[in-house]
């Protein structure tokens, strides 16, 4: 049974984790080289990850560049950053390729917090849902085993516990990334 749970609590680490990741790639008015994880650049017929084919690199607050070690492929870059989601314009100089990220808006920052609250909502649907799968489990595992009533109690509380856990730290994460938004 201690197994089950392990399994459990490992998937809502994922799910916190998950989210940490979606909150990366949200920009707050800072460069942050994260953004271009999910681009991927066409390189030679590969979908390859845009940190693997140059040097990204932060040299002031908002501003990205990005300095490919094949020139060939600048247009490549260009365009995989015009159809991405990140809304930024980059600008070619022929070596490098410049992001300059403007501030934000009132309004952006509001709308931003509205995007990070709602991310964070679905990765609470995400933690009770495993909640109840492994509660299920539980229930499960405890008849096939002739387990009594009151010790698959005690591992469901144990589980309730764990999600109450992870939807504190969810809450905490909320909390700082809107923070950082609304921070001018």
């Not at 017929?45 to 940190?51: A, D, K, M, R, V």
């Not at 560049?65 to 022929?94: F, R, Y």
């Amino acid at each position: 049974m201690e197994e089950l749970l392990m399994i459990y609590e490992d998937k809502m680490e994922k799910s916190l984790a998950n989210l940490g990741e979606e909150y990366a790639t949200i920009r707050a008015g800072r460069a942050n080289p994260h953004i271009l994880d999910k681009i991927k650049i066409d390189y030679y017929g590969t979908p390859t990850p845009l940190q693997q084919v140059g040097n990204v690199s932060v040299p002031e607050a908002r501003m990205i560049c990005i300095q490919p070690w094949d020139a060939s492929i600048l247009k490549d870059i260009e365009h995989a950053i015009n159809m991405s989601d990140v809304g930024i314009n980059p600008t070619n100089d022929g070596k490098v390729i410049r992001l300059v990220f403007p501030e934000l808006t009132e309004d952006r920052r509001k709308e931003l917090v509205k995007d990070v609250k709602k991310k964070g909502e679905n990765a609470k649907v995400a933690i009770r849902n495993i909640r109840r799968d492994a509660i299920d489990a539980i229930k499960k595992k405890g008849k096939e085993d002739g387990i009594s009533e009151d010790e698959v109690k005690g591992y469901q509380d144990d589980v309730q516990k764990k999600t109450d856990e992870y939807i504190k730290k969810i809450d905490v994460e909320i909390e700082e990334k809107s923070n950082e938004i609304m921070t001018v």
